[in-house]
């Protein structure tokens, strides 16, 4: 599904340093996410995805990179799927999903019901 969420990546470089770079996703499902980095990745790796629930709640969860590609400027599109915490992101999916959904307005040219 097509949503931007505002959340921030991280994990250690080759060196070992810690990293972390906010950015938002391009798409979510279920099972994973995919977004843009900057910061230079491999397939397999562990990293992990922190974002909040839309009534500010935080989560986090770690991913595994399984796909890379390259996109504009030097970034990359990575896509990633959740291999810990899932129930944590089902909830951050649901609510998200449910948050995007338009309010329904009753049909104004139904009778009303008795």
Not at 97 to 104: F, K, R, S
């Amino acid at each position: 599904m097509a949503l931007r969420l505002p959340i921030v990546i991280s994990g250690r470089a080759e060196d070992g340093s810690a990293w972390s770079e906010p950015t938002e996703t391009d798409d979510i499902s279920t099972s994973g996410a995919l977004f843009h980095l900057n910061q230079k990745v491999s397939r397999g790796e562990r990293l992990y995805l922190r974002a909040h629930r839309p009534d500010g709640a935080p989560i986090e969860v770690t991913v595994v990179v399984i796909r890379i590609a390259p996109a504009i400027y030097g970034t990359a599109r990575v896509g990633v799927q959740i291999a810990e915490s899932a129930e944590n992101w089902l909830r951050l999916f649901v609510s998200w999903v449910a948050d995007e959904q338009p309010a329904t307005e009753p049909d104004s040219e139904s009778p009303p019901s008795e």
